[in-house]
């Protein structure tokens, strides 16, 4: 009659499975893509980052199957990839506010050149990781 209630485990992140993993490595790749086009081409690294059709493909992917790695270690690679690309977005607006005075156009290009280094950075950081199977930071 007083049958004990069962207390769940806390909660602790999963394994992906192993299609997501590979979902991720696509991502990754589709990223490095459009930085490598941007690098070789007449693009910049954050113009070809954020407007390119890889890089697009590749941040819908990031939202589409975002509920997949919910809870496992991939949510964090889910995440550092969004912010990525909206971060490399918002450091294009405000680069194109700096670009309306005359004054503001250098210190947009050194801007621009910067957040494309960042972009790489994120890319390569991210990447590595999960090829390590690591998490990163949640940021």
């Not at 004990?4 to 990754?28: C, D, F, K, R, W």
Request: proline fraction near 6%.
């Amino acid at each position: 009659m007083n049958d004990p209630v069962p207390v769940p485990a806390p909660v602790q992140a999963g394994q992906p499975s192993e299609n997501m993993v590979t979902l991720t490595h696509l991502i990754y790749a589709l990223h490095a893509f459009a930085v490598f086009s941007g690098v070789v081409g007449s693009a910049s690294i954050i113009g070809s980052f954020v407007a390119s059709l890889p890089s697009i493909a590749a941040i819908v992917l990031n939202y589409w199957n975002q509920d997949a790695v919910r809870g496992t270690w991939l949510e964090c690679h889910f995440r550092w990839q969004i912010r990525t690309f909206w971060f490399a977005v918002l450091w294009i607006a405000v680069a194109v506010l700096m670009m309306l005075t005359i004054i503001g156009i250098p210190f947009a290009l050194l801007l621009l050149g910067l957040a494309g280094l960042w972009v790489l950075y994120r890319v390569v950081r991210g990447w590595l990781a999960l090829i390590n199977r690591r998490t990163l930071p949640m940021n």
